[in-house]
């Protein structure tokens, strides 16, 4: 029955190619979203990216900190200073935003998209916060004549908090850009698994250099 087996074969060309042809192409679906089909590039696949580059940035500080630790334990050139006193509040805001980011990433989870925009504002205004924190300290030790050049530790103070400023300035971008430009629900959980990802990475990582710098003398 040559007749069936044209027509059967019809349909099947119609089923697979579907009304814009053979070629055409399914959406792009960012890890997380719904409506069915597949998704090709699923949500572990941005986690595996973020946790790589925390790995490379988490290197880059270590490298640091053994250069403070050996530069040190072999100068007679150390010249401990008195950590400004508005390092203690920025170490407690930058605390703070990390409480706000899981508020808002629970509350996202719950559906409750009024109460996530809210706590993921504070937690932006929070970053905020903390980076003018950080060059008013830099001011305040300018001041008290505690400059780059001053003395190997001041040296490493500037460094290590410039560094870090720097990488928490990219982690508050992102916070801004998720503010200002909303994505599709589920698009929205993927991108904020991974900011969060990075910002509580930040965040620990301030209060080791912080400890490193001034309690750990």
């Given at each position: 029955?040559?007749?069936?087996?044209?027509?059967?074969?019809?349909?099947?060309?119609?089923?697979?190619?579907?009304?814009?042809?053979?070629?055409?192409?399914?959406?792009?679906?960012?890890?997380?979203?719904?409506?069915?089909?597949?998704?090709?590039?699923?949500?572990?696949?941005?986690?595996?990216?973020?946790?790589?580059?925390?790995?490379?940035?988490?290197?880059?500080?270590?490298?640091?900190?053994?250069?403070?630790?050996?530069?040190?334990?072999?100068?007679?050139?150390?010249?401990n200073f008195t950590a400004p006193k508005i390092l203690?509040?920025?170490?407690?805001?930058?605390?703070?935003?990390?409480?706000?980011?899981?508020?808002?990433?629970?509350?996202?989870?719950?559906?409750?998209?009024?109460?996530?925009?809210?706590?993921?504002?504070?937690?932006?205004?929070?970053?905020?916060?903390?980076?003018?924190?950080?060059?008013?300290?830099?001011?305040?030790?300018?001041?008290?004549?505690?400059?780059?050049?001053t003395s190997p530790n001041s040296s490493f103070f500037?460094?290590?908090?410039?560094?870090?400023?720097?990488?928490?300035?990219?982690?508050?971008?992102?916070?801004?850009?998720?503010?200002?430009?909303?994505?599709?629900?589920?698009?929205?959980?993927?991108?904020?698994?991974?900011?969060?990802?990075?910002?509580?990475?930040?965040?620990?990582?301030?209060?080791?250099?912080?400890?490193?710098?001034?309690?750990?003398?």
């Amino acid at each position: 029955m040559p007749g069936a087996v044209a027509t059967t074969e019809t349909i099947v060309t119609i089923e697979v190619g579907g009304p814009s042809g053979p070629a055409a192409t399914p959406p792009r679906r960012a890890g997380g979203d719904s409506g069915g089909g597949a998704h090709e590039v699923p949500q572990r696949t941005y986690v595996t990216g973020i946790t790589v580059a925390l790995a490379g940035i988490l290197m880059f500080f270590m490298a640091l900190a053994s250069a403070l630790i050996v530069r040190k334990g072999m100068s007679n050139d150390w010249q401990n200073f008195t950590a400004p006193k508005i390092l203690y509040l920025n170490t407690l805001i930058l605390l703070a935003s990390s409480f706000t980011l899981v508020r808002s990433r629970r509350t996202l989870a719950q559906g409750n998209l009024g109460s996530f925009c809210y706590w993921w504002n504070i937690t932006t205004v929070l970053g905020i916060f903390f980076l003018a924190g950080q060059l008013i300290a830099w001011r305040q030790l300018a001041h008290a004549g505690v400059y780059l050049r001053t003395s190997p530790n001041s040296s490493f103070f500037y460094v290590f908090t410039g560094a870090h400023g720097v990488h928490l300035l990219g982690g508050l971008l992102a916070l801004i850009s998720v503010a200002l430009r909303p994505t599709q629900k589920l698009t929205r959980s993927t991108v904020t698994e991974v900011i969060s990802m990075y910002w509580h990475f930040m965040d620990a990582l301030w209060v080791f250099i912080f400890l490193l710098l001034f309690l750990g003398r």
